[in-house]
């Protein structure tokens, strides 16, 4: 079963518009990690936090970890049409290991010009 | 630096038809993994290798095997490829902080 679901599946915004995603999961964790991915390649970091942590930040972007309510928010500020693509979470259970990440389904975004 | 590196990057089977998918990375990474994508969904990891000479289950292991040659390479294998296993094939590496650096994929078609 998938440990992490993003909120919405899809999201279309005008350039220069924030775009907020979701993510939740069902088990404890160690850490949340955002990926992104272009149309057809692999999948880029983008930033990681960890459980202890409530909110992180790099560059436009905006991270924010509720473990009370298992769920976490990506934020992107001033979006741009190259920021089109892709953005998933992974999450780290504790129960895992090595590092066993699982990806949710993700959404998908795409910046309108 | 070339990161993580997978061949080939297109490839068409018949079923019961076997192959390898190669994976390398050059950047010292201890852990590797093999995930598979398939379209509206997320990835789901086939097999990690968390360092040289070990490798474990992910969430869908049935039909693969794996090989950590070394340590920049982890190498995945399809003894008999089934129609169900046409997916896109991602590598993936990280080194202790956890951050995965992907390659850029294989597309798999299994007819």
């Known amino acids: 079963s998938q440990q992490g679901e993003e909120d919405p599946q899809a999201l279309s915004i005008q350039e220069g518009e924030n775009a907020t995603m979701n993510c939740s999961y069902k088990t404890s964790i160690n850490n949340l990690q955002w990926y992104r991915q272009n149309s057809g390649r692999g999948l880029v970091h983008l930033i990681l936090i960890r459980s202890n942590e409530r909110e992180k930040h790099s560059g436009r972007l905006r991270v924010t970890l509720d473990t009370s309510k298992k769920s976490s928010s990506l934020l992107i500020t001033a979006s741009r049409a190259a920021d089109t693509a892709s953005y998933f979470c992974?999450?780290?259970?504790?129960?895992?290991?090595?590092?066993?990440?699982?990806f949710g389904t993700g959404t998908r975004l795409k910046v309108l010009a | 630096n070339a990161g993580v590196t997978q061949t080939p990057k297109f490839q068409v089977l018949k079923t019961g038809q076997s192959m390898t998918l190669q994976c390398a990375q050059d950047?010292?990474?201890?852990?590797m993994y093999w995930y598979r994508q398939d379209p509206g969904m997320g990835l789901r990891l086939i097999y990690y290798s968390a360092s040289e000479g070990t490798t474990d289950k992910g969430e869908v292991p049935n039909g693969y095997n794996v090989s950590r040659l070394n340590k920049r390479e982890f190498s995945l294998r399809l003894e008999s490829a089934a129609p169900s296993q046409t997916s896109v094939y991602f590598c993936a590496s990280s080194a202790d902080s956890a951050e995965q650096f992907f390659g850029p994929g294989t597309r798999l078609t299994v007819l």
């Open positions: 992974a999450t780290d259970p504790l129960t895992s290991g090595t590092y066993k990440y699982i």
């Open positions: 950047m010292n990474h201890n852990s």
